[in-house]
């Protein structure tokens, strides 16, 4: 059974940072492309960022040149590092598998003053 379970959300001032991690199990995470997804009240889910098993990088480009997407094979681990923090970067963000086809339950980003 594939899992895969975020932390590391959290409220923060604009311009901050925050680091998530998306923990896979029961998977081969190494050979799989896995993705960051957003979804903010009231509004459809959103792709942020992707990576491919060698990774390659897709962001959309809201994010693009403040967040950067990585992934440690080893760990079977992927991050997101998000810098420089907006209000409109505040929603759940989850991180999914795309050859399962797997969510995980998602961690809260806050962005305030």
């Known amino acids: 059974q594939v899992q895969l379970v975020e932390s590391g959300g959290g409220l923060v001032q604009p311009g901050g940072s925050l680091r998530l991690s998306c923990v896979a199990s029961?998977?081969?995470?190494?050979?799989?492309?896995m993705g960051w997804y957003r979804q903010a009240p009231g509004k459809q889910r959103e792709l942020v960022a992707s990576?491919?098993?060698?990774?390659?990088?897709y962001y959309a480009g809201s994010v693009k040149g403040r967040f950067t997407i990585s992934r440690d094979n080893a760990k079977n681990t992927m991050y997101l590092q998000m810098n420089s923090l907006k209000p409109e970067d505040t929603a759940v963000y989850y991180c999914?598998?795309?050859?399962?086809?797997?969510w995980g339950q998602g961690t809260q980003v806050t962005v305030s003053s």
């Open positions: 029961g998977t081969i995470f190494d050979i799989q492309t």
């Open positions: 990576i491919t098993r060698v990774g390659n990088t």
């Open positions: 999914k598998n795309w050859f399962t086809n797997s």
